[in-house]
């Protein structure tokens, strides 16, 4: 990669992290699993341009469905979830 497309990329990449610090950092506790790829893609970026942070990305493991109904009857716990994953701002070691 050339010096010029490095810094396009790098400023890029930063200008996208912002975004979702000042966006995704108001949502609350949780982040939709769109923002984490979004989180780790400006990640790649930056690692593409020499810089290393790799131990920053949000491992796929850290998502989960969230509960959104549950009851408990004779036969136990039912619980819903949802179709989509969230991580856990306040519980994860890399926070958006």
């Known amino acids: 990669m050339n010096t010029e497309n490095a810094k396009r990329q790098y400023k890029h990449a930063l200008a996208i992290l912002a975004s979702l610090k000042q966006n995704v950092g108001q949502l609350g506790g949780l982040a939709e699993e769109k923002y984490v ?3 780790n893609s400006a ?3 930056l690692i593409g341009t ?6 920053f990305r ?9 509960v959104t109904s549950s009851r408990w009857d004779s036969g136990g716990d039912h619980r819903t979830y949802s179709k989509e994953k969230y991580v856990d701002k306040s519980s994860s070691n890399n926070q958006t």
């Open 58 to 66: 949000i491992p796929t493991s850290e998502l989960r469905q969230k």
């Open 50 to 55: 020499g810089v290393e942070i790799s131990e």
């Open 37 to 39: 790829n979004e989180f």
């Open 43 to 45: 990640l790649d970026k």
